[in-house]
């Protein structure tokens, strides 16, 4: 095995403190989705792209009391997500479709109303 093949995936970080960390990638079944919007100071491939439950590490901070936006990578596009559902007494309550149906929109159910009701039809993005 060549030098070359050894090292093919693997990455050295050069800290501030002078320490260089060599960082080997475990095979993966899947890759992530979405673009890293998020990083980890303390090991930078540690990332998450906002999308899905917080990493472990980004929940120990949250913990001690850090805001997300500490740990936002600069230039990292914004995660824009248009509203699908809104609530017609508020306008200021919407809903993308994604994750748990807020509490507006499940009292209206609850009452039998249905959710094609609430759909956005022209919204401008």
């Known amino acids: 095995m060549s ?8 990455r050295l970080i050069n800290r501030e403190d002078g320490v260089v960390i060599e960082f080997v990638p475990f095979p993966s079944q899947a890759t992530p989705k979405g673009e890293a919007r998020y990083r980890d100071p303390a090991n930078p491939l540690n990332t998450w792209s906002g999308r899905g439950q917080r990493p472990s590490w980004l929940a120990a901070y949250v913990e001690q009391g850090r805001s997300i936006e500490e740990f936002a990578i600069p230039g990292a596009p914004p995660r824009v997500m248009t509203a699908r559902y809104r609530d ?38």
């Not at 309550?93 to 009292?107: A, D, H, M, Q, V």
């Open 88 to 125: 017609p007494a508020d306008p200021g309550n919407t809903w993308t479709g994604y994750g748990r149906r807020p509490t507006w929109l499940l009292t209206y159910l609850e009452a039998g109303r249905k959710l094609e009701e609430f759909e956005v039809t022209n919204e401008r993005s």
């Open 3 to 10: 030098t070359t093949e050894r090292n093919e995936g693997r």
